[in-house]
């Protein structure tokens, strides 16, 4: 079967507390979960029917062969995750204190097996065929991965849909200046962003979604997503905008709720969806997971989703 969708980026073994509202010296014992932005989200589109993909890497140690089999598990193709061999796969410690916005402690040193990714460990006629590339901005963070990324979008040619996941966090970059300059140097390659407002402010210089919608666009994309939290979303294309309202849920961990609206969001592109259709889709599927713990485990079925809305 051909691939629907690839994405591109960070992998790790996610810890998570199963005490909740206490710091992380209090905490007694973890539950072990798949983890990571472009891999959440791989596996948020193939609960919903998706073939995806991750192109990625780990290190040559058991947390890696856990990756492998995690992702064969959730109906995620392997294929294309390397092994760097003098680095270790990346856990990553949260604390569910408190549990809406968890704090997170990476274990990433001294560089990410995901951030050595070369032009050697790229399936170039899947990057310029595939129906849907998904790419981050955590991705240009460093090199080599950088320079790697830029040659995938280079390669990819603006291709519909070529969506980038603005994905912005502060410890993985020297300065929001950097960060704009190579994150928001990316929008010249893609056809589709998605971001809340922090992650917008840095892309584009401001967190008013309608005016960073508005640079979007300005810069050749079809559509922008804005997240705004307990304001909705805004999606915008160049024919119109529309704010689409939050789902209300009791949030038990908020880790994770982004990547099960990226899956989503992938699945409404692939599926022709109109903009607002697949901003409520996302938005519901989000909150799903923003009402359990864990991520990739976390992440809804189609039905679950149909039943929310």
């Not at 990324?149 to 969506?163: D, F, M, P």
């Not at 960073?212 to 079809?222: E, K, N, P, Q």
Request: glycine content about 12%.
């Amino acid at each position: 079967m051909s691939l629907e969708a690839l994405t591109i980026g960070r992998v790790g073994v996610d810890l998570y507390p199963e005490q909740s509202g206490v710091p992380l010296a209090g905490v007694s014992t973890f539950a072990k979960s798949l983890g990571g932005t472009a891999t959440n989200v791989a596996v948020a589109a193939a609960r919903l029917g998706r073939r995806t993909a991750v192109l990625t890497k780990v290190g040559p140690d058991g947390f890696g062969d856990y990756v492998r089999q995690a992702l064969d598990g959730f109906g995620v193709s392997p294929e294309f995750v390397g092994t760097s061999p003098d680095l270790q796969t990346p856990v990553v410690f949260c604390e569910l204190n408190p549990p809406a916005d968890p704090p997170l402690l990476f274990y990433r040193s001294p560089i990410a097996p995901d951030l050595t990714l070369t032009d050697e460990d790229v399936p170039w006629d899947v990057v310029e065929s595939v129906p849907l590339l998904w790419v981050t901005g955590t991705g240009v963070s460093v090199e080599p991965a950088r320079a790697t990324q830029r040659k995938i979008l280079e390669a990819r040619g603006r291709r519909e849909h070529t969506v980038l996941d603005l994905d912005y966090r502060p410890m993985f970059w020297p300065s929001v200046e950097q960060a704009r300059a190579e994150i928001g140097g990316l929008l010249d390659h893609v056809t589709v962003a998605v971001g809340n407002r922090t992650e917008a402010e840095v892309a584009v210089g401001t967190a008013d979604p309608d005016e960073a919608a508005d640079r979007m666009l300005a810069r050749g994309l079809r559509l922008a997503v804005i997240k705004k939290g307990a304001e909705g979303v805004l999606v915008a294309t160049p024919d119109g905008r529309w704010t689409v309202p939050p789902q209300r849920v009791e949030v038990v961990c908020g880790l994770g709720a982004g990547d099960g609206f990226g899956g989503a969001l992938i699945h409404g592109l692939l599926s022709g969806w109109d903009p607002v259709r697949i901003a409520e889709y996302a938005n519901a599927a989000g909150a799903l997971v923003a009402s359990r713990l864990a991520c990739a485990d976390a992440m809804p079925t189609a039905g679950e989703i149909e039943e929310l809305l």
